[in-house]
């Protein structure tokens, strides 16, 4: 099945109506309304009930509304799919070890589809992918697990602590070697999953300029979105992974050169030689832009 592709997933505790409101204006492609690491344990139940209420009330909606529910290993996790009743968009499973975890998630989602009356596999899954130290080894295991794998997004912060790190960067900013691969290897199964690339949070959320830099540096190196933790962070995100009027212009012309030499494999345009790779590139920026309007 196809999704919808989503620059900017903003955070949104479940337990907080006056953010679950500031979020319905800050120009998220998604909301991810928060049953985990956002919410203290004794507000849990609470969460639910707003959550289960606020997908009621927005049953039609311009923005995704996905719901990040408990690990499953945890008794919460049963619990909370409670809020499928209120059919999200998707949910987002946390500290997966495999894609084992995405399919036993699926298989529960089958059967309360059924029993809410929804449409069959209208929930996605987007698994974070990096949390615990098995699903470093794991990465490259979710094609084709599920046809409602819509992604595949990581975290610094749960796989450094789990592996007894005092930080998950290094002194001059960047991630330190860990986090680094489990980056790459996030990119790298989305890619061989067939699925859309999310990058991580970025912590800082009054520095938007490191914000800036980073996003620039996550679609360089292949991410189609990323995770937000304050409203003031969209906007840079959804301009970073929205191709410019200068791209979407290379595009047109690469695929129409390309298009009026059927049969060549190379080409020259504005001095310089194109082959396959860069009309690969032409077309996933112009497919983009079709899947944002």
């Not at 449409?119 to 697990?145: D, K, M, N, Q, R």
């Amino acid at each position: 099945m196809s999704r919808a592709l989503s620059r900017s997933f903003l955070f949104v505790p479940g337990d907080s109506e006056r953010k679950l409101l500031k979020a319905e204006t800050s120009g998220a492609d998604a909301l991810i309304l928060d049953l985990e690491d956002s919410v203290a344990s004794n507000r849990t139940a609470l969460a639910r009930e707003q959550v289960l209420s606020y997908l009621h009330a927005h049953r039609r909606r311009e923005s995704q509304i996905w719901v990040r529910i408990n690990p499953l290993s945890t008794p919460a996790a049963l619990l909370d799919l409670a809020v499928v009743a209120g059919a999200p968009d998707g949910l987002v499973l946390p500290k997966v070890d495999s894609a084992a975890d995405v399919v036993r998630l699926a298989n529960m989602l089958d059967a309360l589809e059924v029993r809410d009356g929804l449409s069959s596999s209208s929930i996605a899954i987007l698994p974070v992918v990096t949390e615990t130290p098995a699903s470093l080894f794991s990465a490259g295991s979710y094609s084709g697990c599920s046809s409602r794998l819509a992604g595949l997004t990581w975290g610094a912060e749960d796989i450094t602590t789990a592996l007894g790190a005092s930080s998950n960067r290094e002194l001059g900013g960047e991630y330190n070697h860990v986090c680094t691969l489990a980056r790459t290897l996030c990119l790298a199964g989305a890619a061989a999953a067939g699925v859309q690339p999310i990058d991580t949070i970025w912590a800082d959320f009054t520095n938007i300029d490191g914000l800036v830099e980073e996003v620039r540096q996550a679609r360089q190196r292949g991410f189609t979105g990323k995770l937000a933790i304050h409203p003031a962070q969209v906007e840079a995100i959804n301009f970073a992974f929205t191709p410019s009027a200068e791209e979407i212009t290379w595009s047109l012309r690469v695929v129409k050169a390309f298009e009026e030499n059927p049969g060549l494999g190379t080409l020259a345009l504005d001095g310089k030689m194109l082959d396959m790779p860069h009309l690969k590139q032409a077309r996933r920026i112009l497919a983009t832009v079709h899947k944002l309007a």
